[in-house]
């Protein structure tokens, strides 16, 4: 029957708010039984490609584990949220939080990431976090892992790249399934899944630095393949213990432009289109697409799988599809030289967008152009859990921080959600990144900052800690209280 009705706004239950990841606000590394994370142990970049597996080689991270000066890496301190949560949390309530996005961290409930039991006192820990969320209504939103796992499941067995490592990743998903079944209903399994190709270590926990570039794509697409079961039988296995859990795939997501309308350019555009979605083709439809089984057979990539394989893949398809989006890429079938940089490294510059201090190019619209893309191709849900501008904040003499860019690209960006809505789409909530200011996974600075709160820190750790309201917090409070009408 015709529908004479297209929705007006956003839903009654949008979940407004923010994420984090553990390894870039807790700090507090070595505390109460926490093992170290491969996070901790990536060193100070100057760009995202510089995270990707070529800089971290095993030399380095011997270095890094034996260098007693942990002060030198800041994702061991983090904002120390371990210590401040519950401010933070309360800074959340006040702008009127509905959702907060958090990861959990692996090393702190099984601190090699092999023991049979978990630590206690770091499950104590994420239940007062919990419990914290509980009081303002606020909806925790969980990443099972975002960029990090036991350091010592590296050392031991290089990743993911390790197909027993889903067994470790199981007997972890089931502990805190269950301890956590009455507090947490959305969760997500991996953060970025694409990392596992394009940011090498970060995305796998596997050191191919010593490989050559077509032995590191077979590594890369074997470990990836471990992350789709575990993702997969780890659905299964939560929604067993608890049928109300909402569990998401999350993937980067850059909406790739032709250079021209040339067709050639189309084509190459579109293949760079299908490398970014193929991982929500397997995580929601359920199988590998027949593009890429070409594209391995092209490339001589051969993906070990056992007998069950696509079948788990099949039975574990995801409730919901999150995605993080910053910025859109332009292809052109001919590779320029004249690359762009972003969280998503291919692409070229595109003459009608600005970027931000970091060059990441802007485009509010692309997330309206990207919301409709993957209705389109899904019909699932979806939900955006990162999207924010990095900056250099400045706090000024008078106790302030005037991030009137800030409110301008979220604004911008909060508009083009609200046409996506009325165009039909389903979508359940935002949570911007960084609501506080935190480390940045690319580079690992401070002072690439995010937060509507500032955090009085700068990159060498110096600082009070001190939590500071900027002008995007009284914003980001009215746009919640309005449900996005007042923006
Ligand atoms: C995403 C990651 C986040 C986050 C964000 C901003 O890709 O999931 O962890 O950090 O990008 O990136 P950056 O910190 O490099 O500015």
Request: glycine fraction near 8%; charge should be negative; charged fraction near 30%.
């Amino acid at each position: 029957m015709y529908k004479k009705y297209f929705p007006k706004g956003f839903s009654k239950g949008f979940l407004w708010g923010g994420a984090t990841a553990a390894n870039q606000v807790e700090g507090a590394w070595d505390v109460d039984g926490k093992g170290l994370t491969t996070a901790e142990v990536v060193e100070k970049a100057k760009s995202r490609t510089d995270i990707t597996l070529s800089a971290v080689s095993k030399d380095s991270i011997e270095k890094a584990i034996e260098d007693k000066t942990t002060e030198n890496y800041p994702k061991r301190r983090g904002v120390d949220f371990y210590h401040n949560y519950k401010e933070d949390i309360a800074l959340f309530a006040e702008m009127g939080f509905k959702a907060y996005r958090m990861s959990i961290a692996w090393s702190r409930i099984f601190p090699e990431g092999t023991e049979s039991e978990p630590n206690e006192a770091g499950l104590a820990f994420y239940d007062k976090v919990f419990d914290e969320l509980a009081k303002y209504d606020i909806e925790p939103v969980v990443t099972i892992s975002h960029y990090e796992m036991p350091l010592n499941l590296t050392l031991k067995k290089n990743g993911w790249i390790d197909r027993s490592v889903i067994d470790d990743f199981l007997r972890f998903t089931d502990v805190i399934f269950k301890r956590y079944q009455n507090k947490v209903k959305y969760w997500m399994t991996f953060n970025e899944i694409n990392a596992a190709i394009w940011g090498g270590f970060v995305g796998t926990g596997s050191v191919d630095s010593d490989m050559s570039e077509s032995e590191q794509l077979q590594l890369r697409y074997q470990a990836l393949h471990h992350q789709f079961v575990a993702s997969a039988m780890a659905v299964k296995q939560g929604h067993a213990i608890n049928p109300d859990f909402k569990i998401g795939s999350m993937l980067a997501r850059g909406v790739s432009y032709p250079k021209t309308s040339n067709p050639v350019d189309v084509r190459a555009a579109q293949f760079v289109d299908q490398q970014n979605l193929f991982f929500d083709d397997v995580q929601v439809r359920g199988e590998y697409p027949d593009f890429m089984n070409r594209y391995f057979a092209e490339n001589n990539i051969v993906i070990k799988m056992e007998p069950d394989d696509e079948k788990i893949i099949k039975e574990g398809t995801v409730d919901y599809l999150s995605f993080s989006y910053y910025m859109s890429n332009v292809t052109g079938a001919v590779k320029s030289d004249n690359e762009t940089v972003g969280n998503i490294t291919e692409g070229e510059p595109n003459p009608y967008l600005e970027t931000s201090d970091w060059g990441w190019q802007i485009d509010p619209i692309g997330l309206r152009i990207t919301l409709n893309e993957l209705w389109d191709r899904y019909q699932v849900p979806l939900f955006v859990v990162e999207n924010g501008l990095g900056a250099v904040d400045k706090l000024e003499e008078d106790g302030h921080v005037h991030d009137s860019y800030r409110i301008d690209y979220l604004r911008a960006h909060v508009e083009q959600m609200k046409e996506a809505v009325k165009d039909g789409v389903d979508l359940m909530g935002y949570t911007m990144w960084g609501p506080i200011d935190l480390i940045s996974a690319g580079t690992s600075e401070m002072s690439k900052r995010y937060g509507f709160i500032y955090v009085d820190q700068d990159d060498d750790g110096n600082g009070s800690k001190k939590r500071i309201r900027k002008d995007s917090f009284e914003w980001y409070k009215k746009v919640i209280h309005s449900n996005g009408e007042d923006l």
